[in-house]
């Protein structure tokens, strides 16, 4: 197994895109329940892109943080698709709490989905690693997954339990730990070694390239919550 580290100014990155990202993903949703269905359709879209971007930054933001000793890249096919299931889980679990009565079961569900999410996004990106290859085992996977189905159940129902703006910011410390946690404590579980290029499912991308676009995401991310931000300030009337 190789030895790595990761530098720490990247992990605080890290934390600080999914504390943004779960801020912004539920300030966006504060209120669209009194919204007709079409606004709360571009709504929950719009916050389920948010989010699920957010997953995604966030761990990618921390793959670049990782430090091996050989060179590395990553499949784009792949990587792309890791972004677009976080978004779409997320996006499932919005639209039960947006559509249907919030019932204890509909919060637990929704929070155990987006948990689902954010583990199925963190192995589909760990498997698009090219000349290194992550190792790690089935009860480390299940670790892993039941720390990110706690924590994110935990977050869901904080956030909506009450939608207050302390709600909302308790359940974006809850997201945004669950993300992180999640992320690290599935990479500490996990070995790497060198592999062999491989013929890989699209285009390669390199750490550079993946540097630019993790920046474009995290820096949209960084103007919606100073958008969302400005607007939770505001006085505004109770909403559900």
Request: charged content about 5%.
């Amino acid at each position: 197994m190789l030895d790595y580290t990761h530098n720490g100014w990247l992990v605080a990155a890290s934390l600080a895109v999914a504390l943004m990202a779960g801020f912004t993903g539920l300030s966006l949703t504060h209120g669209a329940s009194r919204l007709d269905r079409p606004r709360r359709k571009i709504i929950v879209a719009l916050a389920a892109v948010v989010l699920g971007g957010g997953i995604w930054s966030m761990h990618f933001v921390a793959m670049l943080g990782l430090q091996l000793p050989i060179l590395f890249y990553y499949d784009a096919l792949i990587t792309l698709a890791s972004a677009l299931i976080a978004i779409l889980m997320v996006g499932l679990a919005l639209l039960l709490l947006h559509f249907r009565a919030r019932s204890l079961p509909v919060i637990v569900g929704a929070g155990t989905i987006v948990g689902l999410g954010i583990v199925v996004m963190h192995y589909v990106g760990m498997a698009g690693m090219q000349l290194c290859r992550p190792v790690y085992t089935a009860v480390d996977v299940a670790i892993a997954t039941v720390a990110s189905v706690l924590l994110s159940v935990l977050a869901i129902w904080v956030a909506y339990d009450s939608r207050t703006h302390r709600n909302i910011l308790l359940g974006t410390a809850c997201f945004g730990l669950a993300v992180f946690t999640m992320h690290f404590v599935a990479t500490g579980l996990t070995g790497f070694t060198a592999a062999d290029a491989g013929g890989g499912a699209g285009p390669t991308l390199s750490n550079q390239v993946l540097a630019m676009g993790v920046t474009v995401s995290a820096f949209l991310i960084c103007g919606a919550f100073l958008l969302t931000g400005i607007t939770f300030i505001e006085p505004a009337p109770s909403a559900t």
